[in-house]
């Protein structure tokens, strides 16, 4: 337990309907006894003795001259029960900008300490209610952009990740044990161990959570999506329909869109940035040549392309030239980067485009009327199916850090080195080390083993207040 207290503003700045003080530490009830009053007469509280967790209407005053700075809710959660596991008392003041600071200041001035970025939340990983991938999930959390990236975020802070490494942890500490007796006890008899067998389950387990985690990234992070294709097809339009809103400005005239434009979409669950680029053609116009390279480096940073053909007329040598640059794009990535859209579709006599086809093998073709919205719907989930095939085969999604990445890939080396190590009838004290090792990267995820210097860099990153 910390033997200060801390305060912060935990809502943020600005004005709203409610601006939230919270109190953490030992003196938390003391310190809101000296600026909480109740009724008409302004009289003292002892905090200290109000049931916990219930709301109390009140004032706050400044204690030097008693002046009123606000009519609030105060509500005490005494310890072991509450965030930090220590007593919380937090003050629910009118939202303004003012009056927010004011009530922090009275609470610093009354024997607080400012709090520092995530103190609250690394006070609550140090004393026990919550686990470090806890913890760092509760930024996910605060961050998540789709309610599917809210619902992974909450499961991690319901203490998945741990759940999921448990099988790993579980095979080394056997492993290890075995090792240790084995280094400890040459005499004696110790009972046999499939020690190949057991690091396989260790190794096959992290696996799994590493595949998770380029799906959790893809659901946490995003990913740009460009729309590409000559002047004139439908790219503006296609943004449009996929956003249901006339974001981009749509004419007849081909080079209308001379910029990139980046908009937001929820892509079932995905948070995507779609891209509208200029129409990929040759040409002499000095600004439309600026748009053109514009889109061919969106292009280059895009996880995803939509390549745009007109459905109603044949392919033209510019419809080749995109194709081209793409077909380089993807030679070394597979075509599930790219989704080819034939709009259009509502117009009559189209026309096939095997010979495109025939040059992008393997990526898939919807049809699309951006005037209709038919094929719309299959396109997003088309989109969709490729960027999750592309990020995990059949994987469970799991939030990862990059530090808990980095953890994770030390495990798995070390896991992998002690079963080289095995095949090679290397003395088992050594192979000892390596298992040592990656018990210990497994417990950096979970804060069994981390130094101050990782929680200082994890909770650095927290808003203060949180």
Do not use: W
Request: net charge negative; charged share 25%; with cysteine.
């Amino acid at each position: 337990m910390y033997a200060d207290t801390i305060s912060a503003i935990a809502t943020p700045l600005g004005e709203g309907g409610i601006g939230i003080v919270r109190i953490s530490g030992p003196d938390a009830d003391q310190i809101a006894s000296r600026i909480f009053r109740r009724g008409r007469s302004l009289r003292p509280v002892d905090v200290a003795q109000l049931e916990s967790h219930r709301l109390y209407y009140g004032y706050v005053v400044d204690p030097r001259d008693e002046r009123v700075v606000d009519e609030v809710l105060l509500a005490r959660m005494a310890a072991p029960r509450s965030y930090t596991r220590e007593d919380v008392v937090e003050i629910s003041c009118h939202g303004g900008p003012l009056v927010v600071r004011e009530v922090l200041r009275l609470t610093l001035a009354a024997g607080a300490r400012q709090a520092e970025p995530g103190e609250f939340t690394l006070r609550a990983f140090l004393n026990g209610r919550i686990d470090l991938a806890q913890a760092e999930a509760v930024m996910a959390v605060v961050s998540a952009r789709t309610p599917d990236s809210l619902d992974l975020a909450v499961g991690e802070l319901r203490g998945r990740m741990v759940g999921r490494l448990g099988p790993a942890r579980e095979a080394l500490i056997e492993a290890l044990a075995y090792l240790d007796a084995s280094a400890d006890f040459p005499e004696d008899e110790v009972p046999p161990l499939d020690l190949t067998g057991t690091l396989a389950r260790a190794e096959a387990a992290l696996d799994e959570v590493v595949a998770g985690a380029q799906l959790g990234l893809l659901y946490r992070e995003g990913v740009q999506i460009a729309i590409v294709g000559r002047p004139n097809v439908g790219k503006s339009s296609l943004l449009n329909a996929l956003l249901r809103a006339e974001r981009a400005i749509v004419t007849d005239i081909a080079g209308t869109t001379r910029d990139v434009i980046a908009e937001s979409i929820n892509l079932q669950g995905i948070p995507a940035t779609l891209i509208d680029t200029a129409g990929i053609a040759d040409t002499e116009d000095i600004i439309e040549r600026m748009g053109i390279d514009r889109s061919r480096r969106a292009l280059d940073t895009a996880g995803l392309a939509i390549f745009v053909l007109d459905g109603s007329m044949p392919p033209t040598p510019d419809d080749f030239r995109v194709a081209e640059l793409l077909q380089r794009r993807v030679a070394s990535d597979g075509h599930d980067r790219l989704v080819l859209v034939l709009n259009k579709r509502d117009l009559p006599d189209r026309h096939d485009h095997d010979e495109i086809r025939a040059l992008l093998p393997g990526a898939p073709v919807v049809e699309v009327s951006t005037r209709t919205g038919e094929g719309i719907a299959q396109l997003e989930a088309t989109l969709a199916e490729a960027l999750i095939a592309r990020a995990a085969e059949g994987a469970a999604p799991a939030l990862v850090t990059l530090r808990q990445q980095q953890a994770l890939t030390r495990a798995l080396e070390s896991i992998r080195q002690a079963r080289a190590a095995l095949d090679a009838e290397i003395p088992l004290d050594l192979v000892a080390v390596d298992v040592r090792d990656a018990l210990l990267a497994v417990g950096e995820i979970t804060g069994e083993q981390v130094s101050e210097t990782i929680l200082d860099e994890i909770f650095a990153r927290f808003c203060i207040g949180k």
